[in-house]
T-cell receptor, first 115, second 110 residues
């Protein structure tokens, strides 16, 4: 009964490749997020998305793009991978702006290594 | 912009009480959250303060002073399993985007 799941757990790839990370939540939440955690454990928001609005952190390169086929899924596509993209990527979800929308549930993370 | 400051590391012994402080400078503020992350694990939600005062949840309590742009997480009756990183995070807008502090690594010793 995993609440937020991500695949793959580990991803090793070469510079210049394009890759995707998948995220699914079964909590019925309407808002999903992507975070990047670097080697110093600094956690940074990349995107916030619900069925109405995509909010992009202005520091995120446009090589990164979220794709949402439906409310329960938010995938992360990365073009032309660079060494600096190596990090752990976390997907998260929340119930949006009402109720306990401030409480975010995180997936287990995807460790991306670019060589 | 947003910036949050918290100590990088704290060490305490089992059974003790520890306080992790967080100061923030933000262009917008809706509330302050705390998350726990064990090594190799995902962040998990601990608490949220939107208004001034103390919120208690079991052994953990969180405090907020909006006028001082300051909050803290208080952990009581420390256990070895509390060894983890603790992050404060500001909810800066109604869209629930969180800006995280750099994290405080708590080491609990026997």
């Amino acid at each position: 009964d995993t609440a937020v799941s991500q695949t793959p757990k580990y991803l090793v790839t070469q510079m210049g490749n394009d890759k995707s990370i998948k995220c699914e939540q079964n909590l019925g939440h309407d808002t999903m997020y992507w975070y990047k955690q670097d080697s110093k454990k600094f956690l940074k928001i990349m995107f916030s998305y619900n069925n109405k609005e995509l909010i992009i952190n202005e520091t995120v390169p446009n090589r990164f793009s979220p794709k949402s086929p439906d409310k329960a899924h938010l995938n992360l596509h990365i073009n032309s991978l660079e060494l600096g993209d190596s990090a752990v990527y976390f997907c998260a979800s929340s119930s949006g702006t009402s109720g306990r929308g401030y409480e975010q549930y995180f997936g287990p993370g995807t460790r991306l290594t670019v060589t | 912009g947003q910036s949050l400051e918290q100590p990088s590391e704290v060490t305490a012994v089992e059974g003790a009480i520890v306080q992790i402080n967080c100061t923030y400078q933000t262009s917008g503020f809706y509330g302050l959250s705390w998350y726990q992350q064990h090594d190799g694990g995902a962040p998990t939600f601990l608490s949220y303060n939107a208004l001034d005062g103390l919120e208690e949840t079991g052994r953990f309590s969180s405090f907020l002073s909006r006028s001082d742009s300051y909050g803290y997480l208080l952990l009581q009756e420390l256990q070895m399993k509390d060894s983890a990183s603790y992050f404060c995070a500001v909810r800066g807008n109604a869209g629930n985007m969180l800006t995280f502090g750099g994290g405080t690594r708590l080491m609990v010793k026997p």
